[in-house]
């Protein structure tokens, strides 16, 4: 099964419902008063972290999530009822982003955590909510309020506390199957592992951490070289680096060669993760080469400034320490303060919806565009005369005809607001 951790959705808010033009007709109230009802909301559509869920695997073949439309209103004031949220569920770990805009809107890593990433559409009022003074009966009602649609980009990175890096065949995947409970499709070739494999590793009776056997990397991975930003992404949520390398120098390879051309490509991807701390695993040890190179490896280690262990995970030589070496780091760990980008869904105060702009498209015609206006657009019946003089007179509140004259409308152009278009009248 291939891992997928980069998709693309796109979700549908649910409309609201809309609302009822209804008179009270009683048997002794022959000219009763308004009583059409309100519509319901739609459905938000909110992403939900799902413990059973590893991969965006699923989104490969359902990529669309709509959200119920609200109950429309009813006679005798009844309001329709609300649509359920539509709830979709993801892996812990998804990074949402909309795709228009690049905004980063959540990223999701706890169990159980939401992110309402479309907003329902409000029901539309009933007649009876348009009564006043100088109108008893008004014979309109509100159309729904359309649901709000995004095509959303969804980015899974691993939530390990330990990533294991290196080239292909150095023993990684030997490594997690060693010491977790994780079983890792294991051979003698390179890029044997394709998916990156989680491991718990138990420490001792109470505590555990996650270890990451990230795929193979090679050289022009942080270009994008065969899947190198597809692995490199999974390694920057990870505490601690295991830096494994085959000690033996088989297949005609240099262990402190292939250790500073990973750490290259590491930096080169990203600095944070090349800051990040990083024991060296020299693994193999149970072959002769291995013993000879050691000390060159020693050396290494002296150097960079860091810890080296030297492993066998065929014979499981060395593992104890190493893991309880891993044990007291991620003890003692202490998150690296950064600016974070903001993930925000649907701040609304930093906008507007009051404000209003006119500009021209490629035809010359006018197009109007404001939130509230829009929203006032898509819930008018048109086909109603009292809804329509509703409109002109918001219109003329709202100063937009004055507006249009100072851009140099003439009689006969054409005028756009969200989905309608209309020519122009003085």
């Known amino acids: 099964m291939q891992f997928i951790d980069r998709t693309k959705i796109i979700v549908k808010a649910g409309d609201g419902g809309h609302g009822k033009s209804a008179f009270r007709r009683e048997k002794f109230v022959p000219k009763g008063g308004p009583s059409g009802g ?30 119920e439309n609200g109950e429309n209103g009813d006679i005798k004031n009844q309001y329709g009822h609300n649509a359920p949220p539509c709830i979709v569920k993801v892996p812990a770990g998804t990074v ?17 955590q939401q992110a309402v990433v479309a907003r329902g559409g409000r029901g539309g009022r009933g007649n009876a909510k348009f009564a006043n003074a100088a109108n008893r009966a008004p014979t309109f ?9 995004r095509t959303l980009l969804l980015e899974l990175k691993l939530l390990a506390d330990v990533g294991l890096v ?68 999974h ?12 000690a033996s120098g088989m297949e005609d390879r240099d262990p402190v060669e292939d250790y500073h051309k990973i750490n290259a490509e590491l930096k080169k991807y990203s600095e944070k993760i090349a800051r990040r701390k990083q024991i060296l695993v020299a693994n193999k040890m149970d072959l002769p080469q291995a013993r000879e190179n050691y000390p060159r490896l020693e050396k290494l280690a002296e150097e960079e400034g860091i810890r080296i262990f030297p492993i066998s995970a065929a014979t499981r030589q060395g593992l ?17 303060p ?61 100063g937009i005809d004055e507006k249009l004259r ?19 009248r003085e």
């Open 38 to 67: 309100d519509g319901g909301r739609g459905a938000d559509v909110i992403l939900e972290v799902d413990r059973n869920m590893n991969t965006l695997l699923d989104f490969r073949y359902h990529r669309k999530f709509k959200g």
């Open 96 to 112: 949402v982003r909309d795709e228009e805009t690049g905004e980063l809107l959540a990223d999701l890593t706890e169990i159980g």
């Open 141 to 149: 009602a509100e159309f729904g309020e359309p649901g709000e649609s």
């Open 166 to 233: 290196g080239y292909p065949s150095v023993g990684k995947s030997s490594l997690v199957a060693a010491v977790s409970a994780a079983r890792p499709e294991i051979a003698d070739y390179h890029f044997t592992t394709i998916t990156p494999v989680l491991g718990v590793v138990q420490t001792d009776y109470e505590k555990s951490f996650v270890m990451a056997d990230i795929p193979g990397l090679i050289e022009g991975a942080a270009d994008g070289v065969g899947l190198g930003h597809d692995f490199l992404r």
């Open 235 to 246: 390694v920057e949520r990870t505490k601690l680096i295991l830096h494994i390398v085959d």
């Open 320 to 336: 104890k320490e190493l893991i309880a070496c891993v044990g007291e780091e991620l003890e003692n760990y202490v998150e690296e």
């Open 338 to 398: 950064e600016a974070e980008e903001e993930a925000r869904v649907y701040d609304e105060s930093s906008e507007d919806p009051e404000r209003i702009t006119i500009s021209r498209n490629d035809a010359g015609d006018f197009i109007v565009s404001g939130k509230a206006l829009e929203k006032l657009v898509a819930m008018t019946n048109f086909n109603n005369d009292e809804a329509v003089r509703r409109f002109q007179y918001i219109w003329r509140l709202k």
């Open 406 to 424: 100072e851009r140099g409308i003439k009689e006969g152009m054409t005028v756009h607001i969200g989905e309608m278009e209309f020519e122009y």
